[in-house]
């Protein structure tokens, strides 16, 4: 019975050979990329299955382990459900490939070097000039800051009355100073030049900024008391709705978009 599997093995690697061997000879490019991948992944599949069925029907009862006195349920000793060896030392092959020929190429590292770039300077534009992102972007940062404010609310340094809150501020069509002001608070930068009724709790910390966002972080909003408390979490909550606004508009970004905005952004026409 052994021998048989084998062969059967053997005989399902050879086809696989064979229908490769036919498809190099296309004069397609993507037909000869497709078909390789589509067929690789078929023959792993039918390994696995004609292996898990020659594992199943060698078992015998006793091999079996009850996990339970009063259960009727019964394990494995051995994995059931796997692929062949022939299969196995195939994945070595391929995995040992993709390592050597593409993961550490000259080609694929200049081209992940030159998109991690790229993606840096993108973030480091949106980072220091959130404008830069297009207004339906930056409405997606005024809800979340509006839905952060429910706790606490945080003004905009001003005179007396004319404070105004930071999920007020609108990035289109508001006041540029107001909203320097605001990417200041997002950013957690020069705090006590841009927080307005809440700028004693800076004044009067114990701690270090740093240190207080450090332990306010691992506190759930809910457990929250104090409003010096809130106060810490709002900044903390509105500075991660920045940074992930940014990051979000990254990775929704396809290849050529990304290279197009990186050309807008840093290239002189």
């Known amino acids: 019975m052994k021998k048989q599997r084998l062969k059967d093995c053997i005989d399902l690697l050879n086809e696989l050979i064979d229908i490769l061997n036919k498809n190099k000879v296309s004069e397609s490019r993507m037909f000869k990329k497709s078909s390789l991948v589509r067929n690789i992944i078929e023959y792993f599949i039918l390994d696995v299955f004609a292996t898990t069925k020659y594992n199943y029907s060698s078992y015998r009862l006793h091999e079996f382990i009850p996990y339970s006195t009063t259960n009727a349920k019964l394990i494995l000793q051995d994995k059931i459900v796997t692929s ?3 299969a196995k ?12 020929q593409i993961i550490n190429s000259y080609d694929i590292n200049k081209s992940n070097g030159r998109s991690k770039y790229i993606l840096r300077q993108l973030f480091k534009a949106y980072y220091k000039n959130p404008l830069q992102m297009p207004h ?3 409405y997606r940062l005024e809800k979340k800051i509006a839905q952060n404010s429910k706790t606490c609310i945080i003004k905009l340094k001003g005179n007396g009355s004319n404070e ?3 999920n007020e501020i609108n990035f289109k069509d508001g006041d540029r100073k107001e909203i320097d002001s605001l990417v200041s608070i997002l950013k957690l930068k020069n705090l006590k030049e841009h927080v307005g009724h809440h700028n ?7 701690n ?4 207080e966002l450090e332990r306010i972080n691992n506190i759930d909003s809910e457990k929250l008391t104090n409003d010096y408390d809130k106060f810490l979490k709002l900044l903390l909550e509105n500075n991660y709705a920045y940074l992930s606004t940014i990051c979000d ?17 840093y290239m002189v026409d």
Do not use: T, V, W
């Not at 995995?95 to 050597?100: A, D, G, H, L, W």
């Open 208 to 211: 270090n900024l740093k240190d």
């Open 84 to 86: 062949s060896d022939i």
């Open 136 to 138: 339906y972007i930056l």
């Open 89 to 100: 030392k195939l994945d070595q092959f391929i995995e040992s490939y993709i390592k050597k």
């Open 249 to 265: 508009y990254i990775a929704g970004m396809s290849d050529n978009y990304a290279k197009k905005e990186f050309k807008d952004l």
């Open 200 to 206: 004693d709790f800076l004044s009067h910390s114990k």
């Open 164 to 166: 105004k809150d930071l």
